[in-house]
DNA sequence: AATATTCAAAATCTCGAAATTTTAGTGAAA
DNA sequence: TTTCACTAAAATTTCGAGATTTTGAATATT
């Protein structure tokens, strides 16, 4: 029997959102807005609402008469998204270390050690799945951190809208859910150049690290055609 | 007599959206849904959609029961989206410089000189407000087709958007709607050092073009503190 | 005079149903 | 067998009203 919960605004962004960005619904597929409803016990205009928000920030696609899908991440859409990324990150990377004090870079400790953590427990466990919303929370804070002194506002909130679609086009059980026992060194590497402030090593494993995702998918693509 | 004319959700959207980066809205003033439901003859919903999409977008701030507003424009928020401008049409100007080829060089070349009719209208004519619409509209076909070869949809959208609103929050009478008689030189020394594949003195002239609405704002600022 | 409180008017948000459009399935014609 | 037209079902979008919250002015209190 289903108890009849009733859900918010917000509270139904944030999980359609969630649900999106850890690979939950399927890419090209279709989100039927009676089914949510349902779902959700809650009116057609709300869930309207939020597909509208989802769609204008990128995470879903709106065609007019004919509803949202799950955007088809296409090759070019991924290397977009990994270009994106990087051109953001290594400029509020220079930015951050050009300005950060002290506390940022207790900021960045913080979060680096979280991560350093859950990653030691993932590849410890090897239980990525049930550590899938702790990683992504994890591995976001950090890399928000590197670039939380950059002064700008506009940088942090385009690099949140564009770390999640990145998240949503890359990740997939294919891709381990994007864990790759790698990134445990890089986050290292990246954390130690980033507190001796040597912006050229730092962006270069930055970028790097956030390409890596992306000559995987080809590696694996290639495999699969050949 | 009004007579009772039908808009659609996109009309009242692209009409909003137009009338936000002219200026013809207050900055810190609300919006209220009632009066422009009565105004395009439309449902609250509809209105309510168009709100949240431009609230999305950053045109509008949403506070949660007590509805929309135009940002209030401070010091701070020019200098992010000048900086945010600066960083995109840089990399897409360096981008384009590398990969544009016959076609881009004919857009480019068809687009400035569009913009360089306007602009010579205006100056002989002196008849800034009228013409405000074709040269917003030019004006931004320039810097796009600088930028339009490269190749990231992810660039051009985000270009877009902060460039309406580069527009809405720098854009009033008191900087002459953004026209400046610089400006015509500036567009002619971007276009012929574009055009030359000279990366280094079109990024430069172009940042400072870009940057040249901050530093009058905040001269005449200093004047009225004075 | 300045601060609180009350209450009605106005505005926002949510809802469920009506209107419109798309989709899918059936059958007729080439 | 394929193509086209028609129809019924399903989905999306728009609507207007009701419920909730905010606002602001008038009154009361310190």
Same sequence: chains 1, 2.
Avoid at 35 to 58: D, P, Q, W
Wanted: charged share 25%; hydrophobic share 35%.
């Amino acid at each position: 029997m289903t108890t009849a919960t009733k859900y918010s605004s917000s509270e139904i962004y944030s999980d359609i959102k969630s649900k999106l960005t850890i690979g939950k619904f399927l890419q090209g597929s279709k989100l039927r807005a009676e089914r949510l409803r349902l779902n959700y016990n809650c009116s057609a205009s709300t869930i309207r609402e939020v597909m509208l928000k989802l769609s204008c920030e990128g995470h879903l696609e709106a065609v007019e008469q004919k509803g949202f899908r799950v955007p088809m991440g296409t090759s070019e859409s991924r290397t977009d998204l990994v270009r994106m990324r990087v051109l953001l990150e290594k400029e509020g990377l220079k930015l951050s270390l050009e300005n950060g004090k002290l506390d940022w870079e207790a900021e960045l400790a913080a979060s680096y050690h979280k991560l350093a953590h859950i990653e030691n427990v993932i590849q410890q466990s090897g239980r990525i799945v049930s550590n899938m919303l702790f990683w992504n929370e994890a591995e976001y804070s950090f890399h928000k951190a590197l670039i939380s002194a950059c002064e700008s506002k506009l940088l942090l909130e385009t690099h949140y809208n564009i770390y999640n679609r990145f998240r949503q086009q890359l990740i997939s059980d294919d891709t381990n859910y994007g864990f790759d026992i790698r990134n445990i060194a890089e986050h290292k590497a990246i954390f130690d150049a980033a507190i001796k402030r040597n912006y050229p090593l730092c962006s270069s494993i930055l970028e790097s690290h956030i390409d890596k995702d992306l000559s995987h998918r080809s590696k694996l693509q290639k495999v699969a055609a050949a």
